[in-house]
């Protein structure tokens, strides 16, 4: 018997009974939940999302000015929040739902968007960190002039601030192993922006129809069943860092 319990519930001062219903219930869980990903996943899959806008915004991380890229992966990001937030927002809003995201409506700047995909869980919480982190950097490029100032703000951000993604892309099958020692700080900040927007233009897609099921939704997006977009979207952002691993190569 203690073969169909899981060791957690095993280890319980429960009667045998108890433990029983306890791992009957445990199993039903897991088992609905996992039907409700597969009817959810095929539902996505069936929007077959285009991705032509999100490529164009790639190659623009791939060839514009270092110094230009935080305000141009800001602003695309800008664009997917507000129509996150328009698409997902309830009907009946007094005013209208375009109130709250236009003007000076609480959701009309990117930081209040950030701010508030964060507190409701509508986005991953590591995603949102670092667009706030490059958001802030844009607002520096954005207003002040003093290029040996900004050169250096955005250089400690590479070096400190962003999560070192091109340290876990090479497989050596579509990126090469170790790519990442022959770039520079710019490309590397280039490699993970376009990762960042793959992933926000993701998420900003598929993350609250998880959640407004109630399932996890790191489990139904990133698992070896995920959304057919998900492979999509890796694909177009393998291209465009290979595109980046040529010119440090070249």
Known sequence: MTDFWDSDIAAMNLS????????????YSAAFEAHQARE?????NALNSPIEELKKLLSLLVSESPLSLAVIACAYADDQLKEMFKREMPEGIPGGRNELLNGFGPLSRLSQRIQVAYAFSW????LLTELDRL????????HKWDMPQLQSRLAQLIEQGQ??????????IRLPENFFESLQPTQKFRVRLIWL????HYECLLF???VKRRLVPTKVLYSQEAPELLSRIAGACVEHTRSVIAEAQG
């Open 40 to 44: 959810l996943v095929n539902e996505m």
């Open 123 to 126: 986005l991953s919480a590591d």
């Open 208 to 210: 609250v129809p998880v």
């Open 197 to 200: 927007i793959g992933r926000i």
């Open 163 to 172: 999560d070192p993604i091109e340290r876990h892309l090479g497989d050596g």
């Open 135 to 142: 958001r802030r950097i844009r607002n520096d490029i954005s």
């Open 16 to 27: 045998d009974g108890e433990k029983n219903g306890l791992q009957v219930f445990r199993n």
